[in-house]
């Protein structure tokens, strides 16, 4: 019953800083993290953030979830022979869903500040759900969301068994497309690493205005260390 109350506005006002991961010039409300804190979906120490390990993944689900519904897209399209997801191919497909959707999508969000990080996990739910698991990390002004999908390799062992473990790390791109890349893929490998991920992908939104899809929808790998990490526009 507690998420019923996501879409109150003065629970938006503290949950969409957090699902988005941003700064801002505004200081949050004293009421409203106050409030929020004791709805107990925010805690404030030691650090202002998603209450306990739970939330972090309901609470996209209860604001996406008719969103999530309608997506035509199956499960069984991105495994691959030897049942493990095919990242390179669900990514590649969502970049041209995101290209078809996100402008009507995310303004039917209540949620806009996070529609984008909000319609990739739509997406994933609706691949992933039914076998794997999808770990979500959200932190104020890190300007970044950490998700981390387990996907078990042996369909009779499912989760308890051997893992596909794959890192993604979602930025909405603020500075320059380089210092975004410089900062993310540290990012995303010291992620990776911490996981012991197979995988690691950092996915760059460019909602910038006025600028054309041909040049927000690219897609290439860099090396991290010994890492390699794909690399996507949006």
Same mark, same amino acid.
């Given at each position: 019953? /507690?998420?019923? @109350?996501?879409?109150?506005? *003065?629970?938006? *006002? ?21 409030? /929020? ?23 996209p689900?209860e ?41 009507a ?25 039914? @076998? ?10 890190? *300007? ?13 062992? @499912? ?6 473990? /794959? /890192? ?11 210092a ?23 996915i760059?939104?460019? *909602? ?27």
């Amino acid at each position: 019953m /507690v998420l019923c @109350g996501v879409r109150e506005q *003065r629970v938006h *006002r503290v949950i969409s800083r957090l699902l988005a991961s941003e700064h801002s010039d505004d200081t949050l409300p004293t009421d409203d993290v106050e409030y /929020v804190a004791d709805l107990g979906l925010i805690t404030t120490r030691p650090q202002l953030r998603i209450a306990n390990r739970i939330y972090p993944e309901v609470i996209p689900r209860e604001l996406t979830w008719t969103r999530q519904i309608t997506i035509a897209h199956e499960q069984a399209w991105y495994l691959t022979p030897e049942r493990r997801l095919d990242m390179p191919k669900l990514l590649a497909a969502f970049q041209q869903f995101f290209r078809e959707n996100a402008d009507a999508w995310i303004e039917r969000f209540q949620y806009k500040e996070a529609g984008p990080q909000l319609l990739l996990q739509a997406f994933l739910q609706r691949i992933v759900n039914g @076998g794997g698991r999808i770990s979500r990390e959200y932190g104020l002004g890190r *300007r970044r969301t950490d998700l981390l999908i387990e996907w078990p390799i042996d369909e009779a062992q @499912g989760l308890l068994g051997p893992l596909q473990r /794959v /890192v993604l790390e979602l930025k909405i791109l603020h500075k320059s497309l380089e210092a975004t890349l410089h900062e993310g893929l540290a990012q995303t490998a010291q992620y990776a690493d911490h996981c012991g991920a197979d995988e690691a992908h950092l996915i760059v939104f460019d *909602r910038r205005p006025g600028i054309p899809w041909d040049d927000k929808i690219w897609q290439r790998t860099e090396q991290v260390g010994s890492r390699t990490v794909g690399v996507w526009g949006m």
